[in-house]
């Protein structure tokens, strides 16, 4: 999620004032866009020691943590968002961390690649895992060891009484609303627990 | 710098009379605002970086931390040293003379805590005429006093560095420094603690305390690349008393070092106040309530060999900070050293240090 264009479009998702943990902050791009336009606060959560170093070059609150061990050091609803981008298909306990980041947030945002978008479909019927610019991995490389859809996301948020408020997809820097998945290569899901 | 006026301690009892030693680095900008205070632990002192005139192997404790161009960069920040009452190394202590017996304190040297530390460097501060530190640094005892400053001092920091320290001692912590304890007080040379008239000094003691000591600063992987099972000599000698392993060599060599120039009331009285410091003790043993009243912004480094100040604890902290809503930022650099690593220039945690500092200095314009 460092395409600028995306993390504006889900920075749009997040009321300004917001205190927001950032599951997977990266380099803290966009806690310090959320702090910079939107007069957020708030930390991420990062196991990298070299993004580690780059939020805090950014000034941004970071806190070195490895997400498979879960969120037991925040409370309940102690967020006002909690945003897991392009972080949940690294993850092997996927489901347990959507619990936790429904519980730790009054608000979650996620997003991840589409797995269904139409050209991994095409590559897909034609025989071979697909290799695309948001899936640029080889099948027996890839970090990405949870890979779904837009559609399995809406059943999956379901199963866990999640209510979800806001779903579209982005492709090329552009919101997709209609038929996101099957058009889109992201998916973004902002939800709560009803 | 000497005091006259007695410094009350947590105890009930005061500390009269009595003066500390302190080393500063770099300069007091006009503001008045650049300075940080380093913080040591149990065998440092206030001799923080550089070296004295003449002696080119008289480094300071964290010469590879602090110093010009260095992560706490002396040309950019005032740093300041300050020894602890009850240490050795200038500042008074329990080799030095009661003004109310005139003997050696000794054993009578009152029992101080980090409280008290942080009480008796703030007096210090207020002297230099600074009323708001940049920021407080320390690893270990020193990363207690840090996290102390915060809670008693709320409005004289910007920032706490914490690195490698615990919100308190864990049953198995307490347990290491009173087996070294005992191994002073049961020293014949230790007299209760008043060996000065003896003229003698528990160094078997001293010794043993810091052989246990090293022990706990070390990982067991740490240990293992550096000695493993290699022998002082080409094979085994069937002696029970003889050094025979690398590891009691290099031990017995420390122990040795330490007894030459560490006095024993003192490791007594630093040991106790690690064992005493416990912020969330006043608070039902609610860390998160004991925060409450900190205002600086946080800055927590753990290193996952640690085994004396393992991650949990300082998680521990973060947890009780983020509770409050708190700035903080916590790193856990992977380093195989153990509790020694806060010492060492692991680069990542150096890279972080030193970006911190830059923080830091932009926001006081230093």
């Given at each position: 999620m460092s395409d600028r264009k995306d993390i504006e479009l889900i920075a749009d998702l997040v009321p300004p004032g917001s205190r927001v943990l950032d599951l997977g902050c990266g380099t803290g791009e966009l806690l310090a866009h959320l702090r910079d336009t939107r007069q957020c606060t708030g930390y991420g959560i990062e196991i990298d020691d070299a993004n580690v170093l780059a939020c805090t070059q950014r000034g941004v609150d970071v806190i070195q943590l490895n997400l498979e061990d879960g969120l037991a050091i925040f409370e309940d609803q102690s967020f006002d968002v909690v945003l897991q981008l392009s972080t949940l298909q690294h993850l092997r306990n996927t489901e347990r961390m959507l619990q936790e980041t429904a519980r730790v947030g009054r608000v979650g945002i996620v997003s991840f690649p589409n797995f269904a978008h139409w050209p991994n479909r095409l590559q897909i019927a034609a025989g071979r895992m697909p290799v695309t610019r948001?899936?640029?991995?080889?099948w027996y490389d890839t970090p990405n060891i949870r890979v779904g859809t837009f559609k399995d996301f809406e059943v999956l948020a379901g199963k866990n009484g999640l209510r979800v408020r806001e779903a579209f997809g982005i492709q090329g820097g552009r919101v997709v609303r209609t038929f996101p998945n099957l058009l889109a290569s992201v998916a973004v899901f902002k939800f709560d627990r009803g | 710098m000497h005091f006259a006026e007695p410094l009350p301690l947590k105890s009930g009892a005061a500390l009269r009379d009595y003066t500390l030693v302190y080393e500063t680095y770099g300069t007091l900008n006009a503001a008045r605002d650049n300075a940080v205070l380093v913080c040591h632990a149990l065998?440092?002192?206030?001799?923080?970086a550089g070296t004295y005139d003449g002696q080119p192997k008289s480094e300071g404790w964290w010469d590879n931390l602090v110093g010009p161009g260095k992560p706490l960069d002396t040309t950019k920040f005032f740093v300041i040293g300050i020894n602890n009452p009850g240490s050795c190394f200038g500042s008074t202590g329990p080799m030095q003379v009661d003004p109310s017996t005139d003997q050696p304190y000794g054993a009578h040297f009152p029992v101080v805590t980090v409280e008290d530390w942080v009480d008796a460097q703030a007096r210090l501060l207020d002297r230099l005429g600074i009323t708001q530190l940049a920021a407080v640094l320390g690893g270990s005892l020193g990363g207690m006093q840090a996290l102390s400053w915060s809670l008693r001092?709320?409005?004289?920091?910007r920032h706490c560095i914490a690195v490698a320290t615990a919100p308190n001692l864990s049953a198995q912590n307490i347990a290491f420094n009173e087996v070294a304890r005992r191994a002073i007080v049961t020293d014949p040379d230790f007299h209760g603690g008043h060996f000065y008239a003896y003229g003698t000094v528990p160094k078997r003691g001293l010794r043993v305390a810091r052989m246990i000591g090293h022990i706990t600063y070390l990982s067991d992987d740490s240990m293992e690349a550096k000695f493993g099972r290699s022998l002082k000599g080409e094979a085994f000698g069937y002696s029970t008393q003889d050094i025979e392993f690398e590891i009691e060599s290099y031990l017995r060599y420390q122990g040795d070092k330490f007894s030459d120039y560490f006095d024993a009331n003192t490791y007594l009285l630093i040991t106790r106040a690690l064992d005493y410091f416990d912020p969330a003790g006043e608070h039902g043993g609610d860390l998160t309530a004991a925060f409450a009243k900190a205002r600086c912004k946080f800055q927590l480094v753990s290193f996952t060999?640690?085994?004396?100040?393992?991650?949990a604890r300082s998680r521990e902290i973060v947890k009780a900070l983020l509770d409050n809503h708190l700035s903080v930022s916590y790193a856990e650099i992977d380093a195989p050293h153990g509790h020694d690593a806060f010492l060492l220039d692991d680069s990542r945690y150096h890279a972080l240090l030193k970006q911190r500092f830059a923080n830091i200095a932009a926001e006081v314009r230093a």
């Open positions: 948001v899936l640029p991995y080889q | 065998n440092a002192s206030h001799h923080v001092h709320p409005d004289r920091l060999t640690d085994w004396r100040f393992s991650p």
